[in-house]
């Protein structure tokens, strides 16, 4: 039997429609869950809990650790100087390893992480905990529009050799990427001023 074309066109139709439906709605929904699963904190550790952290750039290798004495400064610089740190840059950098999350995961095989620059990473955090606990952040490139870095967090290889890439912040690579001067305490020039002196004024003449 042979349907005439307008039916024929409706039956397409309806076909098409289900299955953007069931791909958008159905399938995409579970998608959109996983994505919304995979949003999920990078590190599980307080900030009190960090004894020390590692700092590994292109241009610089620093280690902090964190001050005996409850005053300031909570952070010292242990090398490649031995001085204060500055507290400001350190909190920072903590803020964002204790809160930052991970907006998706990205399960690699372990040859291409160099697609991601992870085998040459620009910068390599190491976090030593007071129980004795370490943890390893790893900084590879920005993804395609330069909103998120690829990164590895205490990564090991899954049963499947796969190895899971996280998309971070950008505002890791702005929080690590300083020159030495940057880590190290701010002097504090108004105990170096000398005192304020306030001229005489000239004696004038009487008429």
């Known amino acids: 039997m042979k349907l005439p074309r307008t039916t024929l066109i409706l039956i397409l139709?309806?076909?098409g429609l289900g299955g953007f439906v069931y791909f958008y709605e159905i399938r995409g929904?579970?998608?959109r869950e996983e994505i919304k699963q995979q949003k999920q904190q990078i590190f599980s550790f307080a900030a009190d809990d960090v004894q020390s952290l590692?700092?590994?750039t292109k241009k610089l290798t620093l280690n902090l650790?964190?001050?005996p004495e409850s005053s300031n400064p909570k952070w010292l610089i242990k090398s490649p100087i031995s001085e204060p740190a500055n507290d400001a840059i350190v909190s920072y950098l903590m803020d964002l390893l204790v809160k930052g999350k991970s907006d998706a995961t990205l399960s690699t095989p372990a040859k291409e992480l160099g697609e991601f620059a992870l085998d040459k990473p620009q910068?390599?955090?190491s976090i030593t905990l007071k129980n004795r606990q370490s943890h390893q952040l790893i900084l590879g490139k920005s993804n395609f529009n330069g909103r998120f870095l690829y990164a590895q967090a205490d990564s090991v290889a899954k049963p499947d050799g796969n190895i899971n890439v996280l998309l971070v912040s950008t505002d890791f690579a702005n929080a690590v990427n300083r020159e030495l001067s940057e880590w190290k305490q701010p002097v504090d020039n108004s105990q170096k001023l000398p005192p304020l002196t306030?001229?005489?004024?000239?004696p004038t003449n009487s008429k």
């Open 29 to 31: 929904a579970s998608v």
């Open 54 to 56: 590692t700092v590994k």
């Open 13 to 15: 139709l309806a076909l």
């Open 123 to 125: 910068a390599t955090i």
């Open 65 to 67: 650790e964190r001050s």
């Open 198 to 202: 306030i001229p005489k004024p000239s």
